[in-house]
């Protein structure tokens, strides 16, 4: 097996769940974390509304930031819990920026997912 099969209709879904969402920026790019002041966001920051309150991160790029570009998996020791942010509109540069910021810390790494438009096999559904 690959190390990680990409699925077209997945990241049909993410679209949708991103555009049909409000996008609130809070951070500008250069701007330092709230609580680790050392942390200078590479990129904008916000959330998306979800249904819980905290919402979902995204990482919002120089390009169109109507286009998820990728997804970044956090595992976080300290709060013991995985988290899926957002990248849209981030070039590879950006991608680098933010995948070095998130991963500062001994407490949490992260992993990138491209997106893809492959449709694998078991990605077809009878419906």
């Known amino acids: 097996m690959q190390e990680f099969e990409n699925n077209a209709y997945f990241w049909q879904k993410i679209d949708t769940l991103f555009l049909s969402s409000g996008f609130n920026l809070s951070k500008k ?12 966001y590479p990129t904008d920051y916000g959330k998306i509304q979800a249904n819980d309150d905290e919402g979902i991160s995204v990482y919002a790029g ?30 590879e540069d950006e991608e680098d920026a933010i995948l070095r910021f998130l991963n500062q810390t ?21 419906n």
Do not use: M
Request: glycine share 8%; aromatic share 6%; with cysteine.
């Open 62 to 91: 120089s390009g169109d930031r109507n286009k998820v570009t990728a997804l970044v998996i956090a595992a976080d020791i300290l709060a013991k819990e995985l988290d899926v942010k957002i990248l849209a509109g981030c070039n």
């Open 29 to 40: 790019k250069g701007e330092t974390h709230d609580t680790f002041k050392n942390l200078i």
């Open 106 to 126: 001994d407490y949490q790494k992260t992993v990138l997912i491209h997106r893809g438009n492959e449709l694998p096999s078991w990605g077809f559904t009878d």
